[in-house]
C-alpha cells in the first residue's frame, strides 16, 4: 500500500481554495477562448456567404460579357504569322501557295 503523509488541516485548506481558484481561473479562460472562436465561426460564415455571393455575381457578369460578344468572334486565339510567311496570306484568309505568292 501506498505510504500516507499527514497534512495539517490548515494547509490542506489553503491548497485546496487555490487549487479551486485555479480552476476557476482556468474556466473562465477557457469561456473567453469559447466565446471568441464562436463570433469567429458567425464571422467565417459570413465571409463564406459574400464570398460566394460575389462568385455568383462574377459568373453572371462573365455570361453577360460574353453574350456581348459577336458570333464569329473566334473562342480560341489565333495563331499569329510569322513575318517571313506574311506574303503567304492573301485576302480573304486564303492561303497561296508559293507559287502565286511570287
Given at each position: 500500500?501506498?505510504d500516507?503523509?499527514?497534512v495539517?488541516?490548515?494547509?490542506?485548506i489553503?491548497?485546496?481554495?487555490n487549487?479551486?481558484?485555479?480552476?476557476?481561473?482556468?474556466?473562465?479562460?477557457?469561456?473567453?477562448?469559447?466565446?471568441?472562436i464562436?463570433?469567429?465561426?458567425?464571422?467565417?460564415?459570413?465571409?463564406?456567404?459574400?464570398?460566394h455571393?460575389?462568385m455568383m455575381?462574377?459568373?453572371?457578369?462573365?455570361?453577360?460579357?460574353?453574350?456581348?460578344?459577336?458570333s464569329d468572334?473566334?473562342?480560341t486565339?489565333?495563331v499569329?504569322i510569322?513575318p517571313?510567311?506574311?506574303?503567304?496570306m492573301?485576302?480573304?484568309?486564303?492561303?497561296?501557295t508559293?507559287?502565286e505568292?511570287?
Open positions: 500500500m501506498g500516507f503523509c499527514l495539517p488541516l490548515d494547509d490542506k489553503s491548497v485546496l481554495e487549487s479551486i481558484g485555479v480552476l476557476e481561473d482556468i474556466h473562465d479562460a477557457l469561456q473567453v477562448k469559447r466565446d471568441t464562436n463570433c469567429l465561426i458567425c464571422d467565417l460564415a459570413d465571409l463564406d456567404g459574400k464570398t455571393r460575389l455575381q462574377i459568373q453572371l457578369m462573365v455570361l453577360s460579357l460574353k453574350k456581348e460578344l459577336p468572334t473566334p473562342t486565339p489565333t499569329p510569322a517571313w510567311n506574311v506574303h503567304i492573301a485576302e480573304g484568309g486564303r492561303a497561296l508559293s507559287n505568292a511570287v
